[in-house]
């Protein structure tokens, strides 16, 4: 039996999300365990379920809250959901709340594994063939070390691995030119590193420009570059759908080529929806932390369940920390 | 008269692209000269026109030539063509040659411009309206101070100005977050440098997603993330149109929809290929210095070559020696 620790309170649309989410979730999971944490009155549907428990929280982090903040906000469901994790030993928790405020608290209250300095947040996108790959660090961390660096390496190959089920990921580092020797001072340093090392998977730098081609399994980078590479690929995908909606509707010609082309094109969104599957993962501390975005439809949020079911029982967290050892 | 030299050797597909582009450039330029540096047997169409001058070259640099090669290749049309300026006092120089020798070459021979310590490569992109806006730095420098992200700011304003004639330049720095405390720490510094100096039109931090939207004429970056961020907007916007392309291919109707709607879709396609115009500029040295893409076709050289005039009739160098200058 696994537990699963939801924070039903960092929805923007409200606990309702949270509360349908979970009522699918254990419809299909009955290994799951789910400690709700929330207002007692807007979980009232989950009361009377089989494999709920609910822990009723009289406040609900504020989505603007920094660190001090977070740390303080001992009453919010959020707080208590990450708390619960470390006092009980529950699996993993998953919250759609301030992504500042659940990483301080993810990070401070679960401490990082033995062998990884920093956590990173690990998310999934789609390449050109709808094939996902991992990247991390996508924001956890504005400064990154080569150490660091080849840290996120070994979580992400292991993640490819374990949950994934990618057999031999293609581990490539983020930088602005192919060539070992281009990079940052750190990634330069992690390039030299994983040579060194021998890191099996490792294949060397890749281009930005490279990277919708999708020869990568997981994508390695500082947090800082990282979610400028994430976001930027979110918006142009976003900008350039938008822009084939405005030529459809141009004029009549091409309102009746779109009803011809539709099929095609509904084939495409699904395939780029893809990168909201799960939100983002934080690897590297001693729990699983998933976070979903704050804007998650119930579809959104229950496939966020999904990813934190399949890395609890791909036992993705021991693996890790087997690994790392392993590397040290 | 204003004089230019043009590398006419670096072209993936030959010095013909050039020889073409000077042609079509001379015809709409009466006030132009241009100084063609090249292997004379491949430059004899240029040969009898006016306003050409023709500099014979033994060697072309090769696209792969990292900075020490580049400074002993001599006798290449790159190398000559920038010495040029340097020596002649010519206004301008553009190559399709490899971007790091070009870069070395420009900024250690031409030196950079007095209260700037670092040249930028900038470029522009369009937005979700097909507006342009200017980047920079979009891949000379790895590391970036804040002090040097603030005289980017500087050299991008006055170029939004004079050359693109953007009345009130809005500034953003590029981040992983809108607010002020949000980014590496050399962006934080500029954030804060930017605030206490009143730079006119500094708006503040901008994220990856919110570039699209466009509400940045100015959007200053250290080369690294800079450069990321180039590749990736490219990259997947490249891949939107493909994945829109094989939407079409998908069956007979999608076909027939493509028949309908395509005049929307080349709007779409011409907007896009915006981000190709000009290649990118190397501001903040003493000249102007133009880079085309190696893959140009002679339609991407001659608009090159445009940007070029326009930055040079603008004044854009003084302009930008006298707005630094203005601010130390």
Redesign the interface.
């Known amino acids: 039996m696994y537990t699963i620790a939801v924070d039903c309170m960092g929805s923007d649309r409200g606990s309702v999300i949270c509360v349908e989410s979970i009522k699918t979730f254990l419809k299909r999971h009955s290994d799951c365990k789910i400690v709700a944490y929330g207002k007692k009155e807007e979980l009232v549907e989950l009361e009377n379920l089989e494999n709920v428990e609910i822990v009723d929280c009289s406040e609900v982090m504020s989505m603007t809250a920094g660190a001090i903040e977070a740390m303080r906000a001992r009453n919010t469901s959020m707080y208590k959901s990450i708390v619960g994790v470390k006092d009980n030993g529950y699996d993993g928790v998953i919250s759609a709340g301030g992504t500042a405020a659940f990483l301080t608290l993810a990070t401070v209250k679960l401490k990082t594994i033995e062998g990884i300095d920093r956590a990173a947040l690990v998310t999934l996108l789609p390449?050109?063939d709808g094939k996902l790959f991992t990247v991390l660090d996508v924001?956890a961390n504005?400064?990154t070390t080569s150490e660091q660096l080849v840290q996120f390496a070994q979580m992400g190959r292991i993640y490819s691995q374990k949950v994934l089920g990618v057999k031999e990921p293609k581990v490539y580092l983020?930088?602005?030119g192919a060539e070992d020797e281009k990079?940052?001072?750190e990634v330069k340093g992690a390039n030299k590193l994983l040579r060194e090392m021998n890191m099996p998977g490792f294949m060397g730098n890749i281009?930005?420009?490279?990277?919708?081609k999708g020869d990568q399994d997981v994508l390695v980078?500082g947090?800082?570059?990282g979610?400028?590479?994430?976001?930027?690929?979110?918006?142009?995908?976003?900008?350039?759908?938008?822009?084939?909606k405005?030529?459809?509707k141009?004029?009549l010609?091409?309102k009746?080529?779109?009803?011809?082309?539709?099929?095609?094109?509904d084939?495409?969104s699904a395939?780029?929806k893809n990168e909201k599957v799960g939100g983002a993962m934080l690897l590297g501390v001693n729990g699983v932390v998933v976070k979903s975005h704050g804007g998650s439809s119930t579809k959104d949020f229950t496939s966020a369940m999904e990813v934190i079911y399949q890395i609890v029982k791909a036992d993705a967290l021991n693996q890790i920390k087997e690994g790392v050892k392993e590397n040290a």
Chains 1, 2 share one sequence.
């Open positions: 390449n050109q924001g504005v400064e983020l930088s602005n990079g940052s001072p281009e930005g420009k490279e990277v919708v980078t947090g800082y570059a979610n400028i590479f994430l976001k930027t690929y979110e918006g142009v995908a976003k900008m350039m759908s938008n822009l084939i405005r030529s459809f141009k004029n010609f091409t009746i080529g779109y009803l011809f082309a539709k099929k095609g094109f084939d495409l395939q780029m």
